[in-house]
């Protein structure tokens, strides 16, 4: 099996970029997934993060969980659960209009470092998609600005802490799927593993790696390299051992941005063989209801939504049909 793909983002000013550059494209259009390390982000302000995530949690959210796994039976289940994940969450917007000063519970130094850790991650996205588009041929801010929208990129993050789980075969702490969002920035636990992606149709591990920032594309970059690179399934496998935590940052589409495939990278491509063009909030809503299903449908049906206004009778046809 192939070396999962580590990208040193330290060799970019070196002599080294022609190498470094390479390995990026071959991970978004053999991955979709990479890890980065000397990506910006210092250890100082990481340790921070985690210690604050990990306190935050046993202090706020272990017993709710443990509340919630008592009154569904999951310690008792028997068979899998498919409709659900072990894990316990709460969501940071960051863009257009932060809301870290609306989540309850939060004390102030972690309030304080998240909004830091916020703007480095922000900062790498753009600078990742820069590089996208030198690898793409594309001009320097296409993506930036296919992100762009009216208001600016949507931009987010889900803190999560994927406790032990008593019957790991029966229960996955995240299911299968592929993120419906622009391209994704993951600090994960360097402790405790979980996290795989399917390639060449075997689940493969994404090693943890302490300070690593992982990387990985959602549908519409998928979308607009016209399948160049993938957006490809990916879940998180319960531990019987150790709390495992995860913080993925979702640097997403304005919800008015349009999905397209750039023209320019469809030169060799017949009519039959070019992604369907979307509006982002189109796709967001297709998505919400259908996360775990296969994506071809979804972009048609955004594709759908996005030229008619479609009413909540045909959405819910929609998400029948789909089922």
């Not at 588009?133 to 992100?147: D, T, V």
């Amino acid at each position: 099996m192939e070396n999962f793909p580590i990208v040193d983002m330290g060799k970019l000013n070196t002599e080294d970029r022609k190498s470094t550059m390479e390995l990026i494209k071959d991970a978004c259009e053999n991955w979709g997934f990479f890890e980065c390390v000397n990506h910006g982000i210092s250890i100082e302000m990481m340790d921070t993060v985690e210690k604050l995530t990990k306190e935050h949690y046993k202090k706020c959210m272990e017993q709710r969980f443990k509340e919630m796994v008592a009154t569904k039976g999951l310690e008792c289940v028997q068979s899998e659960i498919d409709d659900l994940d072990w894990e316990s969450t709460f969501f940071l917007r960051h863009l257009p209009v932060s809301s870290i000063s609306e989540i309850p519970d939060l004390d102030d130094d972690y309030r304080k470092v998240m909004k830091e850790f916020a703007l480095k991650l922000e900062e790498l996205a753009e600078e990742l998609l820069d590089l996208l588009c030198e690898n793409l041929g594309l001009e320097k801010g296409y993506l930036k600005k296919a992100f762009y929208g009216s208001k600016g990129p949507n931009f987010g993050t889900k803190v999560s802490n994927y406790p032990p789980c008593p019957k790991p075969a029966l229960i996955k702490a995240l299911r299968a799927h592929t993120d419906a969002g622009g391209i994704i920035l993951l600090f994960q636990d360097d402790k405790v593993s979980g996290l795989q992606l399917l390639k060449d149709e075997q689940w493969i591990d994404v090693p943890p790696m302490r300070h690593s920032i992982v990387i990985n594309l959602g549908d519409p970059l998928e979308v607009i390299t016209n399948g160049k690179y993938k957006s490809v399934m990916h879940r998180v496998i319960a531990q019987t051992d150790g709390a495992r935590m995860s913080i993925p940052s979702f640097y997403n589409q304005g919800g008015d941005a349009v999905i397209s495939p750039a023209s320019t990278l469809l030169k060799e491509h017949e009519p039959s063989e070019v992604h369907p063009k979307f509006v982002f909030d189109a796709y967001m809503k297709i998505s919400m209801g259908l996360k775990f299903q296969a994506t071809e449908p979804r972009f048609e049906l955004a594709e759908i939504m996005s030229i008619v206004k479609v009413g909540p009778v045909v959405r819910l046809w929609i998400c029948v049909w789909l089922s």
